[in-house]
């Protein structure tokens, strides 16, 4: 018997029997291009026009209704009007068809009409094994087969050059895009798909099914947002044990961007950086260019993620401006061109080459193979870079027989090292050479750089800790009391009193001077509203401060709850952090550190992290903060307590066991001297 992943990759890849529900007659209409196009490219199954009136549709047998089609059907693709969908999905499911798509929009991005419509479908759907691919989904086409089951107008290309590239798109109108932008280099794919509003399969679960495809060596994947992230960390692990590569090119990058993705999808879009975070624990490369997801398979196919990324390449060039713009955009990406290390001075000394500074520049030598290929090589033997780049001028466009024989020669020299170029001039033919060669080639410097810099990002898959739910009991709305006994739970305990009213007596193991802030669970921002007085210094200054501050917080916040005053301590540490916890809407628990206090608004200073976090990664994450660089003892200054706080971050990231908790967070939190721990200053907790 068939497994279900086989039997719904067969179906959707591979299916030698298509209905397609609602095919017009008429050849220039929308819902007419999927019969054109699957017959214009050699589809060589059977084509199953559905329509209540035609007989044939063109040149096709019709039939009135899918329970009229005999025998089974391996895909149905329904381009029927948004009203229609239901009754023809009941049908679909009912005569046992494995999967659909459904090209109409107007589902759960449409309110809460269309959301209950959406539900309907999949609760049929699911009732019958039926697995259903958008709404709102342009469909599917696979190369190798001809089988281009799509209404994209990019089908009306002549012919479709099949490659070994998979690409899953949400975007349907993107599918053509990217494969007419790919055949315009030579560039060829094995399968394009469009998931849509993922109702049902998402672009996670749908590229999963390509991984054991023989025919795919990399998937690359356009996101508007993650949906089910679980499919992304089982596709990306999946990938990473076969050696395909997974590349992500994901819109939301600015808030725009994500507010355009949300309109569209109806998907809820969660923040740019958590989505980073997300993909580097997975071991998928993000590219941030168009181009560069399509330039960086060359590099990455065939290679595995860098054990310890330098970020830094060798840099040769035939051209000091082209060179020098290379140079430029790597340092923009962050990736360092380096000058070469001693076993690459000692290489380009023994081969005659004058060098200093970050750039090789060997314009001299022209395009004498024997030259370039000695540079490269030296360059290679660098033991602090990822990659040598070499960088060509006109004479890739003039001469690419010559101008690429130097860097095919560096390659036949077995250097493990990964060698790429970037070609300054327009030179499709020195590109194509480069490509048969399988050595990565640039059209532009910021492809370039950006390719290099996702090659140099590029994780293994995280292996996932295992915590224990943390036991105690949180409040329905939780005040910074509330807040604090929860991360005391977790191992951050801090001393604190509460006082219910401000002629309460603080109690003696509460030394003076004293912090006194107003408790609510209406607000976060004390400061704002006049609930935070510093360096109390008796107890007759804390209970006339206490009545003070009622009043203020009274006129300020007519409408916020007062559950008391917290009392604690005044601390004073080498430094200050933000650590916070929250279920971001696509890719579930993050763990966030920063620069602490008031400037934690202003300079966003964070680095983040999948929840939860082992304590070499909050390690790493600590080396990643700026604003914290001084702990280190940076210049001589005093050490910081970062054991402390790294051990802080691993109980923060904890709360990824709470399902009850939705974000949590400590600013500041003070971070005293070496062995001396750290402190909280203040917390808060919202739950879900």
């Known amino acids: 018997m068939t497994d279900p992943a086989t039997r719904l990759r067969n179906a959707l890849f591979y299916p030698k029997r298509i209905a397609l529900v609602g095919a017009s007659a008429d050849p220039a209409r929308l819902t007419a291009r ?61 005569k046992g068809i494995p999967a659909a798509c459904v090209l109409a929009d107007g589902f759960a991005e449409a309110g809460d009409e269309g959301r209950a419509l959406q539900e309907r479908l999949l609760a049929t759907a699911r009732a019958a094994n039926l697995r259903i691919l958008g709404p709102n989904s342009m469909g599917i086409i696979t190369l190798n087969a001809r089988i281009a089951c799509s209404v994209n107008a990019a089908l009306e290309a002549e012919s479709l050059p099949a490659g070994r590239i998979a690409l899953v798109s949400q975007s349907g109108s993107m599918m053509g895009a990217i494969m007419s932008r790919g055949a315009a280099r030579g560039m060829g794919f094995s399968h394009i798909v469009g998931t849509g509003n993922e109702a049902d399969l998402s672009a996670g679960e749908v590229a999963g099914l390509l991984v054991d495809d023989p025919d795919v060596d990399a998937i690359l994947l356009f996101l508007e947002a993650i ?67 399509l330039e960086a398979p060359a590099l990455l196919v065939g290679r595995r993620p860098p054990a310890r990324a330098h970020r830094a390449v060798g840099v040769m060039t035939t051209t000091g401006g082209g060179g020098a713009m290379a140079v430029d955009c790597l340092g923009v990406a962050g990736i360092e061109a380096r000058a070469p290390d001693q076993a690459a001075s000692d290489a380009l000394d023994a081969a005659g080459f004058a060098h200093h500074g970050r750039l090789l520049d060997v314009t001299l030598a022209g395009t004498k193979p024997d030259r370039v290929a000695a540079a490269l090589g030296a360059l290679q033997q660098a033991g602090d870079t990822d990659l040598a780049l070499s960088v060509i001028g006109s004479s890739a466009q003039f001469r690419p027989q010559d101008s690429v024989a130097g860097i095919l020669r560096a390659r036949d020299a077995g250097h493990a090292k990964p060698l790429a170029a970037f070609l300054v001039p327009q030179a499709e033919q020195s590109l194509r050479l480069l490509t048969e060669a399988g050595i990565p080639a640039f059209r532009t410097p910021e492809s370039c750089a950006d390719a290099i810099r996702a090659f140099c990002d590029w994780t293994t898959p995280r292996a996932v800790p295992a915590i224990a739910p943390v036991a105690h009991a949180l409040p329905d709305r939780p005040d910074e009391a509330d807040a604090r006994r929860l991360f005391a739970a977790l191992g951050l305990g801090s001393r604190f ?184 200053a203040d917390a808060w907790v919202v739950r879900r």
Request: net charge negative; proline share 7%; aromatic share 4%.
């Open 497 to 680: 009193a509460v006082l219910r009213n401000p002629q309460d007596p603080l109690p003696a193991n509460i030394p003076f001077p004293v912090a006194l802030k107003i408790l609510s669970p209406d607000l976060a921002h004390k400061t704002e509203v006049g609930g935070v007085k510093l360096g109390i210094a008796n107890a007759d200054a804390l209970r006339e401060e206490a009545a003070a501050m009622q009043g203020r917080v009274r006129r300020m916040a007519p409408e916020a709850t007062l559950t008391g005053f917290l009392v604690q301590p005044m601390a004073k540490g080498l430094g200050e952090a933000i650590l916070g916890f929250r279920r971001d809407p696509e890719v579930g628990p993050i763990v966030l550190l920063g620069t602490g206090g008031i400037a934690a608004e202003v300079f966003r200073d964070v680095t983040l992290r999948l929840a939860p976090v082992t304590e070499e990664e909050a390690m790493a994450m600590i080396g990643e903060v700026k604003g914290l660089k001084p702990l280190a003892g940076w210049r001589g200054l005093p050490r910081g307590d970062l054991k402390a706080l790294a051990q802080a971050v691993v109980a923060a990231s904890c709360l990824a066991a709470r399902e009850d908790i939705a974000e949590a967070e400590i600013n500041p939190l003070i971070i005293h001297p070496e062995g001396e721990g750290v402190t909280v």
């Open 34 to 94: 999927a019969q054109l196009y699957l017959r214009k490219h050699g589809f060589a199954g059977d084509i199953l026009p559905v329509h209540p009136r035609e007989k044939t549709v063109l040149g096709e047998t019709a039939y009135p209704t899918i329970t009229d089609i005999p025998g089974a059907v391996d895909f149905a693709y329904i381009l029927l009007n948004t009203p229609q969908v239901e009754g023809v999905v009941n049908a679909v499911a009912a």
């Open 227 to 293: 949906r089910e992230p679980q499919h992304f960390a089982d596709l990306a692990r999946r990938a990473h044990a076969v050696g395909k590569p997974v590349i992500a090119y994901k819109l939301g990058r600015s808030p725009y961007g994500a507010e355009l993705a949300t309109s569209h999808t109806g998907a809820l879009a969660g923040s740019d950086a958590a989505a980073e975070a997300f993909f580097r624990a997975c071991g998928i490369a993000r590219v941030t260019t168009l181009e560069g997801l």
